[in-house]
């Protein structure tokens, strides 16, 4: 199994003060929160809570207001849930994704955006996550796959040209990328068909976005999963 960088949230702490940077090096992370968003049902009780795994600087929960949901956020970045408290969560604990502090059942929504791929064991994770979920309720994880494109395009392109929106040089590994077949067997032997939907930059406003013409890109779903994607489905 592959070793988590020692480094890895000490990085996120250091990053902190750019999650909302809309040309920093997470800023994509912000256009993959909202497509992520849409995947998210409305509440249908009034005590619904959605767990917002390994949240960052909340860049997702603008995105969930109005869909009726006390929202919980946890990663093992201090610094980062800091800088989530200022936008809209109800509650933020400092918790390993391997290992969560609540009981089977709590939550009625759980979101893994764009964090499995820097665990060692995002398999764990996502059994975890399905623990956490109640029976009915929603998972919905945003990864990247093990592919040899995903490879190029997310660390060789992605660390490596000069553009905006760049994330670090080292902030992928790829031996961590995730393994669709493997992640939809654990999902499923935990309860959750996932799913799959693949995931790309609109290409209209990446170009805008880079020759400085707007701040933001969509995401559009696309069929291929091999780069980046997202699983989403119900517990039973
Ligand atoms: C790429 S960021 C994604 C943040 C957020 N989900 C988003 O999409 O904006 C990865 C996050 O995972 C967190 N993280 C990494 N390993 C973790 C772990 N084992 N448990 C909890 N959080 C973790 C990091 O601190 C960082 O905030």
Known sequence: MPHLRSDLI?????????????????????????????????????????LDLACGGGLFAPHLSGKGYRLTGVDLSQLSLREAGRHGYHALARADLAQLPFADGTFDVVTAGQCLEHVPDPYGAVAE??????????????????????????VTLAERLPLPGRPERGTHDHRLF??????????????????????RPH??????????????????????????????????
Not at 220 to 226: I, K, N
Request: proline share 7%; hydrophobic share 40%; aromatic share 6%.
């Open 178 to 199: 995730v393994n669709r077949p493997r992640l939809l067997r654990t999902a499923c032997s935990n309860g959750v068909e996932l799913e799959l939907h693949g995931l």
């Open 10 to 50: 000490t990085d996120y702490d250091r990053l902190a003060d750019t999650w909302w940077d809309p040309r920093g090096p997470l800023a994509p992370l912000g256009w993959i929160a909202r497509a992520r968003a849409q995947f998210v049902p409305p509440a249908t009780r009034d005590d619904a809570r959605l």
């Open 203 to 236: 290409f209209r406003e990446g170009i805008g976005y880079l020759v400085g013409r707007r701040d933001r890109v969509r995401m559009v779903p696309v069929r291929a999963t091999g780069v980046l994607f997202l699983g989403v489905g119900r517990k039973r």
């Open 129 to 154: 996550a399905c623990r956490v979920l109640r029976p009915g309720g929603t998972l919905i994880v945003d990864t990247i796959a093990d592919t040899r494109l995903a490879r190029l395009v997310a």
